[in-house]
Each structure stands twice: as structure tokens, then as C-alpha cells.
């Protein structure tokens, strides 16, 4: 039995893809648990506290699997994505996609290196620092 590299190839595209939204989402929701956080109690910091670890773990899982399966989507960009993209004459979009994509993991880690300074010193003893 040989194996449908197309089949194999736009399956990474897509979980390339999926694994993006995990990053952004675990972001979103770590960013409303640290405003809950900032403007609530003690309650709120431990929910904070509790929720990061995970939500870490998935963003760098995440973040792995975008840069293991953006290796072959890469390599295999001009076939699968690229001139499909231009047969469709949305090359501008695919372009405007990878642009707000790309920006949105940059913010995202941006935020999570400032929340968790942030929830350093709630482990201190900071308060709401």
C-alpha cells in the first residue's frame, strides 16, 4: 500500500492551521482570565494561576506544531498553496491571511511574557503588581 502524499501534505496544511487557532485562543483566554485577574480578588489570581500551566502547555504545543508542520508546508507551499492561490487570484489574501497570522502570534507571545511577569509576582506576594 503507497501512501497519497497530497492527502498527507494538506492534512499538516490544516493542522497547521488548527494548531494556529489553539495558540491564538489559549492567548484570548489567558488575556480575559488576566483582566479578571487584575480587577478582581484573590479568586480570581488562583483561577489565573491554575489556568496558566495549561494553557502554556497547549501554546507550546501549538507553537511546536507550527514550526514541525510549517517545514513540509513550506517546502510544499508553491504547489499546494501558491499556485492554486493564483489560479483563484486571491494571492493578495493568502498574503494578508499569513501577515495578520504572523502578527497575531507576535502579540499573543508579547502578552504572555507580560502576564506572566504578572503572575510572578502574585507568587510573590506583589499583589496586583
Known amino acids: 500500500m503507497s501512501i497519497d502524499w497530497t492527502i498527507v501534505i494538506i492534512l499538516n496544511n490544516y493542522l497547521h492551521d488548527v494548531a494556529t487557532a489553539v495558540l491564538l485562543s489559549s492567548a484570548v483566554i489567558l488575556y480575559?482570565?488576566?483582566r479578571q485577574a487584575k480587577g478582581g480578588g484573590e479568586g480570581e489570581r488562583k483561577a489565573l494561576a491554575r489556568a496558566y500551566r495549561t494553557l502554556t502547555r497547549f501554546a507550546w504545543g501549538a507553537l511546536a506544531w507550527i514550526i514541525v508542520g510549517g517545514i513540509p508546508r513550506t517546502i510544499f507551499f508553491p504547489t499546494y498553496e501558491f499556485i492554486p492561490a493564483t489560479v483563484k487570484d486571491i494571492v493578495l489574501d493568502l498574503i494578508i491571511k499569513h501577515v495578520l497570522?504572523?502578527?497575531?502570534?507576535?502579540?499573543?507571545?508579547i502578552m504572555w511574557v507580560r502576564i506572566g511577569k504578572r503572575m510572578r509576582g502574585y507568587a510573590a506576594g506583589d499583589g496586583q503588581q
Do not use: E, R
Open 32 to 34: 480575559v482570565l488576566d
Open 101 to 109: 497570522l504572523v502578527s497575531g502570534v507576535i502579540a499573543g507571545g
